[in-house]
C-alpha cells in the first residue's frame, strides 16, 4: 500500500531510499554469488551542491537532485538493476552481468553526463562537481565494506581502463567533436572489437553501432577501420 511504499521510497524523487538499500542489497549479494553473477555498485555524490543552494537557491538545488536521480535510471541495463538515494546529495545504482569495462564506462559517461547536464536556473557556466565511485563485487562482502569500496574508487577522468588503450584515444576525442557514444564506439574501435562485440559491450542494437561507427569515420576522416586506427596511433 501508499504507507509501504513510502517506507522504501524518497518522497520527492520517487525513486527507492536508503531503507530499500538496507533490505535489498543483501539480497542482491546473495543472488549474485549463488548464481555467480557479476554485480557492480556505484555510488555517486554532488560535491558543490552548498554552493549551488547558497548561490542559486533551494529550488535549483532540488531540481538538480531531481534531475540527476532520473538521469541515473538510464544505466540500469537488466531488469535487475535498480537506483536508489543513499543519502542528501548521495545515490547508488547497481548493476548486474557487468564487465570491468562496461563498469568503467558507465562510470565515465555518469560524470561527463553530469558535468553537461542542463538545469533551469543555473547557469552554463556553473560546473557540477560530482564523484562517481565503483566497485565489483566480491565474495563475503557486507553492504557498508560495498558501499565504502565503491567510494573510495571514484571515476577520474583520465582513468585507463584495465586492458584498454583508451587514453590513447581520449585527447583526441574533443578535437573530433564525438558524442559521448561515438567516443565509446571510437574507444572498442582502438581496442580491435568487432560490431557486433561492440554492441554486446554497449547494450546497443548492431545497426547502431554501424550507424556510429560510420559518424565516427566522417569526424576523423577516415575511411576504413584500419585507416581510423592508424591515424589515431599516428597522432599520439
Known sequence: DERNIGVIRDAFNRIYNENYIRSKLPYDI???????????IFVISIKNMKEINDLFGVKVGDKLIYELSQLLKNYRTTENDWVARLSGTDFLITVYDCSYNKMYR????????LEKQDIEGLPRSIV???SVGFHMLEKDASIEK?????????????????DSPRNLFK?????????????????LLLQGKSN???SDELYISLPTVKKHVSSVY?????????????????EQ
Open 146 to 162: 560495498l558501499i565504502l569500496a565503491a567510494s573510495k574508487s571514484q571515476y577520474v577522468s583520465n582513468i585507463r581502463m584495465p
Open 171 to 187: 585527447i583526441q576525442s574533443d578535437k573530433f567533436l564525438l558524442t559521448l557514444r561515438e567516443e565509446e564506439v571510437a574507444e
Open 128 to 130: 557540477i562537481e560530482s
Open 106 to 113: 558507465i562510470g565515465k559517461r555518469i560524470h561527463d553526463k
Open 196 to 198: 557486433n562485440e561492440i
Open 30 to 40: 546473495a543472488l549474485a554469488q549463488k548464481e555467480s553473477r557479476s554485480l557492480a
Open 218 to 234: 566522417k569526424k576523423t576522416n577516415s575511411s576504413s577501420r584500419s585507416e581510423f586506427i592508424s591515424k589515431i596511433r599516428k
